[in-house]
């Protein structure tokens, strides 16, 4: 990778179409490398996420049309909430193969053009149509759903165990559940105050979170990602090439793709697929996945950390650009992840493992800097607009391995120091297809 | 960034047309503006049920159907009906669910897509049945928000004017 743009992520642009916006976060790509001319772009992949929102078919050609790439060649791509991060590694895919020396990969999505709770129906029609949607087509609740049960798993049947009367168990468990994803959601918001590309920094406490508006129990209002008008775009090239382009390049050393079925109430009860650092006996009596984990991002992370060469993820990554759609999936995806066991994504938060350094978040935060998890604020406080959503990891983790986040947000807090391979992971439907691709710098 | 009246003074005529319309021009703090005009759209969508048609059928006959593998080796047993295996590939047969089951997850929505916004708050539950290996989502009614628990005994309920939907089943709590 060697470079990449994106433009503010905002709750509608209505100066700007899907063109326009794609146009500038190129034009932002492009900026940063003076020796890269459009001339030398072999062709492009272009995502979005939803025909309904764009109202207009085809709109991808249409990108390809207004950057002036034509007559090269370009695919659509489309993968739910997965497409950026689908985006990216098909544009990866075309320079790998050899097909292309260079590649654009562009996303966007303008969620705007309808109101909230119809955007809601038209990213639900991505569930079941015959047996989930006409329930209440309602992505929040069926997250809300596989949150009640890891909190039930994980917290219940964890340190509120000797509880005995079952109902004042599950209660506290929820309650304990809800604290503990606040502190993730008020940890993306910090950290959006230094990302001016971010649609809704904020410094929030926990009471603040756990008292914003119920949405669906126990998820609140702060604890969810928001529709957002945005685009995205990176350049993907291969090795030769990149030298002559930046001094510093970025190298992907690895991507992962898992599946799962549509339908929550298809998840099987299986095994744990095992990362390298874990046992079988680890989890014997771990009905899995359940609803309540992710096992394609489980999948996504073995292809991907086997494809770098990483064992121990929470050792040889130094950030992750997580998909936190939800914070409670944020938690979730730290298990699948590998970044701790199945069952300690809630102590891994209250240690402050994925915290940074350095920032203050309103509570001690002992273990910050482990890795730092959503640096850039997130889904939760950047926007999540689908097709521009993974590009956008992929551009803030290039910038944190390149070392020139202070230049990007005009603000030095959220570069870590010296970081030298990242993680970007993108999620889609109730966890039906997830990607985690390893990026790596690649100078010295 | 807000709506701001139309600043074309000289085309008064366009002003009031762009109001009655619904239509209006924004401006950022650029100055640029973009004309904004309303569009709504209605289908009528003809959705099949196909192979999964016995089972909403099945509702409006009062009965709950899931699916079992026909190949004996396998035999796995679906809480929602699938005509095919997803674990060995083979057809599966029609089987009656039992209409008693617990809470394996649940949630009270207060939002909900546009079309379902006036049923707020509403219930949803995942239901595990006795000796079946998968779910159904289906909605939970007749209890509020405080009395849900995992594990909590529920059975079905059917809708006697059907509307042919996932609707026509609902649980409440078991006496």
């Known amino acids: ?444 | 960034m807000s709506a701001r009246p139309p600043t074309y003074t000289k085309f008064r005529d366009v002003q009031a047309e762009l109001e009655r319309s619904g239509s209006a021009v924004y401006r950022d703090a650029e100055g640029v503006e973009s004309l904004i005009v309303r569009s709504p759209y209605t289908i009528n969508y003809v959705h099949s049920y196909a192979e999964d048609s016995p089972f909403f059928l099945g509702l409006a006959e009062g009965k709950l159907r899931g699916s079992k593998c026909r190949k004996p080796k396998c035999g796995f047993v679906y809480g929602t009906p699938r005509s095919h295996c997803m674990v060995c590939g083979a057809p599966t047969e029609w089987i009656d669910l039992p209409t008693r089951g617990r809470v394996h997850s649940w949630t009270t929505c207060h939002f909900g897509s546009e079309a379902f916004l006036k049923e707020t708050p509403y219930n949803l539950a995942l239901v595990e049945f006795e000796g079946v290996g998968s779910l159904l989502l289906v909605r939970l009614r007749d209890c509020v928000e405080s009395d849900l628990y995992v594990g909590m005994p529920i059975e079905a309920r059917f809708d006697p004017n059907p509307k042919y939907s996932i609707t026509d089943v609902w649980f409440v709590p078991s006496k």
């Open chain 1, 1 to 444: 990778m060697v470079t990449g743009g994106v433009t503010k992520f905002a709750k509608a642009h209505p100066a700007m179409d899907f063109r326009l916006m794609v146009k500038r976060a190129y034009d932002y790509a492009l900026k940063g490398i003076p020796n890269l001319t459009a001339d030398r772009i072999d062709g492009t992949r272009i995502s979005y996420f939803s025909d309904h929102f764009a109202r207009q078919l085809k709109a991808a050609s249409m990108v390809q049309d207004y950057l002036g790439m034509n007559p090269k060649g370009s695919v659509r791509i489309e993968w739910g909430g997965a497409t950026g991060g689908e985006c990216f590694q098909a544009a990866y895919e075309a320079v790998a193969s050899g097909r292309m020396d260079v590649c654009l990969a562009a996303g966007f999505e303008t969620m705007s053009r309808v109101p909230t709770w119809k955007g809601n129906e038209f990213i639900a029609l991505a569930s079941d149509t015959n047996f989930d949607f006409p329930l209440g087509g309602f992505y929040t609740g069926y997250y809300a759903l596989m949150v009640v049960r890891h909190i039930y798993e994980y917290l219940r049947l964890g340190r509120f165990a000797n509880v005995k009367d079952e109902r004042e168990a599950q209660r506290l468990a929820i309650a304990e559940g809800s604290r503990i994803m606040s502190l993730v959601s008020v940890k993306n918001h910090t950290n959006a105050l230094h990302n001016p590309y971010a649609q809704y920094p904020k410094r929030l406490t926990v009471d603040d979170v756990l008292a914003s508006e119920m949405i669906s129990f126990p998820l609140t209002r702060e604890q969810i990602c928001t529709m957002s008008d945005g685009a995205a775009c990176v350049i993907l090239c291969d090795e030769a090439r990149a030298k002559e382009f930046t001094d510093k390049p970025v190298q992907i050393t690895g991507v992962g793709c898992g599946t799962d079925t549509m339908r929550l109430a298809d998840r099987p009860f299986g095994h744990v697929p095992l990362l390298p650092h874990e046992k079988a006996k680890d989890y014997e009596d771990l009905p899995y996945p359940g609803v309540h984990s992710f096992r394609a991002g489980r999948s996504a992370g073995i292809e991907a950390y086997r494809m770098a060469g990483i064992t121990r993820p929470i050792r040889e990554l130094d950030f992750i650009e997580l998909h936190d759609a939800y914070a409670s999936s944020e938690i979730q995806t730290y298990e699948d992840l590998g970044l701790c066991r199945y069952g300690e994504g809630y102590d891994f938060v209250e240690h402050g493992d994925p915290f940074l350094k350095g920032i203050d978040y309103g509570f001690p935060v002992p273990n910050a800097g482990t890795i730092p998890v959503n640096p850039s604020g997130g889904l939760i406080a950047c926007g999540h607009p689908v097709g521009a959503t993974g590009l956008m990891q992929a551009v803030f983790a290039f910038w944190q391995l390149q070392g020139t986040v202070a230049k990007h947000f005009g603000d030095p807090t959220l570069q870590l120091k010296q970081p030298r391979r990242g993680a970007i992971h993108s999620h889609a439907g109730t966890g039906s297809s997830v990607t985690v691709s390893i990026l790596e710098r690649g100078f010295r």
